[in-house]
């Protein structure tokens, strides 16, 4: 298989892209199209037009262009007949063959993890978002930084600078590590004062249920059917990259906090995970993980396990999961089927809002394995307390006897110790 050009759109102002996969053993051909199919998305996303595909088979990548010489050539001519813009590799290239490539095709190459950043950069709306996103792209950029021309000479200088000096790649590298030094500290100090923030949410002591996901399942909609944070929301990869938390009651009166965070992908780029850690670390401590996946992508499977391996990488992994398939009002989604599969999983519409009570339900019991059920025998004149009560935690059942108020309730260790004069435990 060569090339396989895609409908040109005549969008002028949009560049037109070569995408390039390598199939090596192991790898079928269905699953490097699927990869390629999501990389035009991202590619669509960034606001690039695809204009043709080219696969190659391979025992190994070649060290110096990534592609064989031959293809590399066939390449360059099916570039020349489209006059594309850039060329997209699906699998990472090295700052050497990225330079090698470029140098043959007398054009831009690039990898799927430099469209995601540029996805990402497009994206950032807050200071925090801002400065994650540049801290990736400079990273990434770093070990490709080059000059061309004369711009490699020696600094100009009098007595006591003769010598070899300093090159101006030099000067520009020791900036660019001086900015990514600075970006870290103020990420620092962000990352200290969310961690106030997440004191003073520990003493009122709300569960955290953080929403994780494969890009584009659903998230944010979900947030807003849960909490009408009222969110925008876009049938576009990457739109939420900033977390957004709002509380919600549970049936029992508890109050959680619910956040919203940016969306997973296979093979997230590791620049993006490192600057992004300060915001996945509300995954890492949150009390219940509810994992979203578009039920009505055909690989929901595959996406499932991208997102764990992302989970695994930030050590987030041993958080409790909840699987919900959402999407289910799409045309031919398997959101019910697998939600069959998948025990203890459930299935939802966060558009049409279907079967979102059974999900809620779930979440209140998840959560109130994690902790105590106790009954309390309150005094009749204590309605303090009895409100106190509803406020720790969740209220299964209140009755009255002669003399007290029994009140079943979940709490966890420290409502349980704050009610430990009135309780017995069933």
Same mark, same amino acid.
């Given at each position: 298989?060569?090339?396989?050009?895609?409908?040109?759109?005549?969008?002028?102002?949009?560049?037109?892209?070569?995408?390039?996969?390598?199939?090596?053993?192991?790898?079928?051909?269905?699953?490097?199209?699927?990869?390629?199919?999501?990389?035009?998305?991202?590619?669509?996303?960034?606001?690039?037009?695809?204009?043709?595909?080219?696969?190659?088979?391979?025992?190994?990548?070649?060290?110096?262009?990534?592609?064989?010489?031959?293809?590399?050539?066939?390449?360059?001519?099916?570039?020349?007949?489209?006059?594309?813009?850039?060329?997209?590799?699906?699998?990472?290239?090295?700052?050497?063959?990225?330079?090698?490539?470029?140098?043959?095709?007398?054009?831009?190459?690039?990898?799927?993890?430099?469209?995601?950043?540029?996805?990402?950069?497009?994206?950032?709306?807050?200071?925090?978002?801002?400065?994650?996103?540049?801290?990736?792209?400079?990273?990434?950029?770093?070990?490709?930084?080059?000059?061309?021309?004369?711009?490699?000479?020696?600094?100009?200088?009098?007595?006591?600078?003769?010598?070899?000096?300093?090159?101006?790649?030099?000067?520009?590298?020791?900036?660019?590590?001086?900015?990514?030094?600075?970006?870290?500290?103020?990420?620092?100090?962000?990352?200290?004062?969310?961690?106030?923030?997440?004191?003073?949410?520990?003493?009122?002591?709300?569960?955290?249920?953080?929403?994780?996901?494969?890009?584009?399942?659903?998230?944010?909609?979900? $947030?807003? !059917?849960?909490?009408?944070?009222?969110?925008? =929301?876009? @049938? &576009?990869?990457?739109?939420?990259?900033? /977390?957004?938390? %709002?509380?919600?009651?549970?049936?029992?009166?508890?109050?959680?906090?619910?956040?919203?965070?940016?969306?997973?992908?296979?093979?997230?780029?590791?620049?993006?995970?490192?600057?992004?850690?300060?915001?996945?670390?509300?995954?890492?401590?949150?009390?219940?993980?509810?994992?979203?996946?578009?039920?009505?992508?055909?690989?929901?499977?595959?996406?499932?396990?991208?997102?764990?391996?992302?989970?695994?990488?930030?050590?987030?992994?041993?958080?409790?999961?909840?699987?919900?398939?959402?999407?289910?009002?799409?045309?031919?989604?398997?959101?019910?089927?697998?939600?069959?599969?998948?025990?203890?999983?459930?299935?939802?519409?966060?558009?049409?809002?279907?079967?979102?009570?059974? $999900?809620? !339900?779930?979440?209140?019991?998840?959560?109130? =394995?994690? @902790? &105590?059920?106790?009954?309390?025998?309150? /005094?009749?004149? %204590?309605?303090?307390?009895?409100?106190?009560?509803?406020?720790?935690?969740?209220?299964?059942?209140?009755?009255?006897?002669?003399?007290?108020?029994?009140?079943?309730?979940?709490?966890?260790?420290?409502?349980?110790?704050?009610?430990?004069?009135?309780?017995?435990?069933?």
């Amino acid at each position: 298989m060569t090339y396989v050009p895609t409908t040109l759109i005549d969008r002028t102002f949009r560049e037109k892209i070569v995408l390039v996969g390598v199939q090596f053993p192991g790898m079928n051909a269905e699953e490097l199209e699927h990869q390629l199919d999501e990389l035009a998305l991202l590619v669509d996303t960034a606001g690039a037009d695809v204009v043709a595909r080219v696969v190659q088979r391979r025992d190994a990548p070649d060290p110096a262009t990534y592609l064989g010489s031959g293809k590399v050539d066939e390449l360059r001519e099916i570039c020349l007949a489209l006059d594309s813009d850039t060329v997209v590799f699906e699998q990472n290239l090295t700052p050497a063959q990225q330079r090698n490539l470029e140098k043959i095709l007398g054009r831009t190459a690039i990898d799927r993890t430099a469209v995601i950043l540029d996805i990402f950069a497009q994206n950032a709306r807050t200071p925090e978002g801002k400065a994650q996103v540049e801290l990736a792209l400079l990273q990434y950029r770093l070990p490709r930084l080059r000059r061309a021309g004369g711009s490699l000479s020696q600094q100009a200088g009098g007595i006591g600078t003769r010598g070899p000096g300093e090159t101006q790649l030099e000067v520009d590298r020791r900036r660019l590590v001086n900015r990514i030094h600075r970006i870290r500290q103020e990420l620092k100090e962000i990352d200290r004062t969310r961690d106030v923030q997440r004191q003073g949410r520990d003493r009122g002591r709300h569960r955290e249920v953080t929403l994780v996901g494969y890009t584009n399942a659903g998230k944010s909609s979900l $947030l807003n !059917a849960l909490t009408d944070a009222q969110v925008p =929301t876009e @049938d &576009r990869l990457f739109v939420t990259l900033d /977390p957004r938390t %709002r509380q919600r009651q549970l049936p029992g009166g508890e109050t959680i906090l619910v956040t919203d965070t940016v969306g997973f992908i296979s093979n997230l780029p590791h620049e993006l995970v490192e600057a992004f850690m300060s915001t996945l670390k509300s995954v890492q401590l949150a009390t219940l993980l509810v994992h979203v996946v578009d039920g009505s992508s055909d690989d929901a499977e595959a996406q499932i396990g991208a997102v764990r391996e992302v989970l695994r990488e930030i050590d987030a992994d041993a958080v409790p999961e909840l699987l919900v398939f959402n999407k289910a009002d799409v045309a031919g989604s398997r959101s019910r089927d697998l939600a069959k599969i998948y025990e203890g999983s459930v299935w939802v519409s966060a558009l049409t809002r279907e079967n979102l009570d059974e $999900l809620i !339900a779930t979440i209140g019991l998840r959560l109130r =394995t994690q @902790d &105590r059920v106790v009954t309390l025998h309150l /005094p009749l004149d %204590r309605g303090d307390l009895v409100a106190a009560a509803h406020r720790e935690g969740e209220v299964l059942d209140t009755s009255i006897t002669d003399d007290s108020v029994v009140v079943q309730v979940v709490l966890d260790e420290v409502g349980a110790a704050r009610f430990a004069q009135w309780r017995t435990v069933p």
